[in-house]
C-alpha cells in the first residue's frame, strides 16, 4: 500500500508545478486583457486619489 502512495507521489508531484504556472499564467492574462485595461488603470490611480472622507 506504501508503494502505490509513493508512485502517486512521484508521479503528481512534477503535476503541481504545471497546475500552478497554468494558475499564474491564467491570472497574468486575466489582469492584462485589453477589456480590463480601463478598470486596472482606474485601480492604478486608487493610492493617488484625495480622501474626502476624512475623519
Request: glycine share 2%; aromatic share 20%.
Amino acid at each position: 500500500m506504501y508503494e502505490f502512495f509513493k508512485d502517486a507521489y512521484d508521479l503528481m508531484r512534477p503535476l503541481w508545478v504545471v497546475w500552478l504556472m497554468l494558475i499564474f499564467l491564467g491570472i497574468v492574462v486575466w489582469a492584462y486583457w485589453p477589456k480590463r485595461k480601463a478598470e486596472m488603470d482606474d485601480h492604478a490611480q486608487i493610492p493617488f486619489r484625495e480622501d474626502d472622507a476624512e475623519a
